[in-house]
């Protein structure tokens, strides 16, 4: 009987330790699966902010609008909105060498004068950049 009292305590024992065991190896994976999920949070919300900076580094400035015609030029092949005094872009992704043209042409109503001054200001939709305004600068 001892015999197997002892034995029925030692497979207790052991049946203990390897839940104590799987209980720790699942509580670790868990902190670990939720300590790389919010890494990749981050490093996905780094990503965002690095993208948006090349519009956000204009917000509020003040540029010559032969500047104005380089920062939208830069926008090509980017999903943004661009509205000038005379013309609105609806998505730079799009081939908006037309659109440049007209800003170019001193003719067109579009016309963005390289000598005068304009104001950017932008807006935002979630979080993202969604437009860039530019305005004659008052």
């Given at each position: 009987?001892?015999?197997?009292?002892?034995?029925l305590?030692?497979?207790?024992?052991?049946?203990?330790?390897a839940l104590?065991?799987?209980?720790?190896?699942?509580?670790?994976?868990?902190t670990s699966r939720?300590?790389?999920?919010?890494?990749?949070?981050e490093?996905?919300?780094?990503?965002?902010?690095?993208?948006?900076?090349?519009?956000?580094?204009?917000?509020?400035?003040?540029?010559?609008?032969?500047?104005?015609?380089?920062?939208?030029?830069?926008?090509?092949?980017?999903?943004?909105?661009?509205v000038?005094?005379?013309?609105t872009?609806?998505?730079c992704?799009?081939?908006?060498?037309?659109?440049?043209?007209?800003?170019?042409?001193?003719?067109?109503?579009?016309?963005?004068?390289?000598?005068?001054?304009?104001?950017?200001?932008?807006?935002?939709?979630?979080?993202?950049?969604?437009?860039?305004?530019?305005e004659l600068h008052?």
């Amino acid at each position: 009987m001892e015999g197997g009292s002892s034995s029925l305590i030692v497979t207790v024992i052991v049946v203990v330790i390897a839940l104590l065991f799987g209980g720790f190896a699942f509580y670790t994976y868990r902190t670990s699966r939720n300590t790389g999920n919010a890494a990749v949070n981050e490093i996905g919300e780094l990503g965002v902010q690095l993208e948006e900076q090349k519009f956000t580094q204009y917000e509020g400035a003040t540029v010559t609008g032969s500047q104005v015609i380089s920062i939208i030029t830069s926008f090509q092949g980017e999903a943004i909105k661009v509205v000038t005094p005379g013309l609105t872009i609806d998505d730079c992704s799009e081939d908006i060498n037309d659109s440049l043209d007209k800003l170019r042409d001193s003719s067109d109503s579009a016309y963005i004068n390289p000598r005068k001054r304009y104001d950017i200001s932008l807006e935002y939709e979630d979080g993202i950049v969604s437009v860039v305004n530019i305005e004659l600068h008052s």
